[in-house]
């Protein structure tokens, strides 16, 4: 087909046209971006994470490892303030997204662009060769993970294992060279694409973050004995070490909560708890189907949530032995009791049978059953009538709702029944003979009272073997 100069012309219009339509859509054009060479380059980049605004060396620390030359890196959530010079070449990169900014400021791993990288403490002074080193022992073994002190104390090897079900990490002296985690200040290097593999990659505090997620992966650690200087910096005032300690509380208990770990268990036998106390909520929600969200996650009851459970159970029964109330340990718990001498480990509450007589002997349930009101005790605990119907409860507080269940169960011909069934299968009536005596047995680290012959009360409430054949509350919903 033969075209015109005139149809020429028109095309060329049209195609210019088009090009300004595009470019006035796509806006004005970006800076180019700096020459980086490409991704998995040999060599190693230089993270400075954990410093702290009001007083830190960041800059003097950043312009050592600059020197070696190797690339460096400052990372925070924010930039800090008062603002800090940066040497040339060492770039400053938020962690926290900026409504404004381009997203790859919020994402430090687009600005790694070599194989390895390390997690620098601030105050730390550069060696030459030593990065290089500690690469060669991460690729000379099976380690996924290097550490080299700083200063000149040596690093505390330590073994850690993380417990997922149980919301634990657990600490204990580990073998020389090869650990789970070390104690005092280190360089910890790593391959790039193992760190930015992590689901926090950059929490604070970093070598807590780093250690945990590690160790949940069975990734060996080694330590070289190579040290790097630390820097002679004045000690903190009173009032900078106050804020630094609040920041360190503060940081490692929101890390805790993202890696889902409640209990800390320390190498010298101490605990760390970071769950649910007194004077907050539990740690779960409205439990539907007998089934807690966190069975769902395959995970038990926090550790947090079972010790305020276990002195819920020894304050009620504690109050009802002293006020001469009959009371003894009724379906899961006396299967606890009777398996572990303690509470199930995915269980949710306690479970009391008392004699319904006897309510009116103990002032708290007595008041309850005349005001109808919740009743606060000496020690915090909140004593109520259970909405669900003719039972009660006994709260670890009013803020947080882990609870003792107390059944008020009465004899009628010989049989032992009540106003209130859930529908529960071991929620049946039983003889009373069970009872006639009550014996004492070991609960929750303490001695409870149970009826008298527990394996054939928990087969008439749950069936034969049932203590030998552990299940989840609600098998149609979760099996064990």
């Known amino acids: 087909m033969r075209v015109t100069p005139c149809q020429a012309a028109l095309a060329a219009t049209i195609t210019l046209n088009l090009l300004l339509f595009y470019c006035a859509w796509r806006g004005p054009a970006s800076p180019a971006p700096p020459c980086r060479p490409p991704r998995g380059v040999p060599g190693v980049t230089v993270l400075l994470r954990d410093f702290e605004d009001f007083e830190n060396d960041v800059a003097a620390t950043a312009r050592s490892f600059a020197a070696l030359p190797v690339p460096v890196l400052v990372t925070a959530e924010a930039a800090p303030y008062p603002p800090v010079p940066l040497p040339p070449g060492v770039a400053f990169l938020p962690l926290r997204p900026v409504a404004d900014q381009p997203p790859p400021l919020a994402h430090p791993e687009l600005h790694v662009r070599t194989r390895h990288v390390a997690l620098v403490p601030d105050g730390t002074r550069a060696v030459p060769g030593l990065l290089e080193r500690m690469r060669d022992a991460l690729e000379d073994g099976d380690a996924r993970l290097v550490a080299a002190p700083v200063g000149s104390a040596p690093l505390r090897c330590l073994e850690l294992r993380v417990e997922p079900r149980e919301w634990t990490a657990r600490y204990g002296a580990g073998a020389p060279g090869r650990c789970g985690a070390v104690e005092g200040p280190a360089v910890l290097l790593l391959r790039t694409r193992d ?180 009743v606060e005790d000496a020690e915090g605990f909140l004593w109520e009538k259970a909405a669900e119907g003719e039972f009660y409860r006994v709260h670890y507080s009013r803020s947080n709702r882990l609870h003792v269940d107390l059944w008020p169960f009465y004899p009628r011909g010989g049989v032992m029944t009540k106003e209130t069934w859930l529908g529960h299968p071991q929620d049946v009536e039983f003889p009373e003979h069970f009872l006639i005596p009550r014996v004492p047995v070991p609960f929750a680290g303490f001695t409870a009272m149970a009826p008298n012959d527990a394996r054939a009360f928990l087969e008439l409430k749950f069936g034969p073997g049932a203590i030998e054949n552990p299940e989840y509350p609600n098998p149609a919903v979760k099996r064990l």
């Open 195 to 374: 760190l930015f593999a992590l689901p926090f990659p950059l929490a604070h505090p970093a070598p807590a973050a780093i250690f945990i997620q590690a160790a949940l992966r069975r990734w060996g650690l080694r330590v070289v004995p190579a040290a790097f200087p630390a820097a002679r910096r004045p000690p903190l005032s009173p009032h900078a070490r106050w804020k630094a300690e609040n920041l360190a509380e503060t940081r490692r208990r929101r890390l805790m909560r993202d890696l889902g770990v409640k209990r800390e268990v320390l190498a010298d036998g101490r605990e760390q708890w970071y769950g649910c106390g007194k004077e907050t909520p539990r740690c779960f929600g409205t439990v539907h189907a007998q089934t807690p969200q966190y069975l769902l996650a395959g995970r038990w009851t926090p550790p947090c949530c079972l010790r305020a459970l276990r002195e819920t159970a020894r304050h009620v029964m504690a109050t009802l032995e002293a006020a001469g109330v009959r009371y003894w340990l009724e379906g899961g718990s006396l299967l606890g009791a009777v398996r572990l001498g303690d509470i199930i480990p995915w269980d949710y509450d306690v479970d009391l049978g008392i004699y319904r007589e006897d309510v009116k002997k103990c002032r708290w349930l007595a008041a309850v059953a005349a005001r109808g009101e919740a």
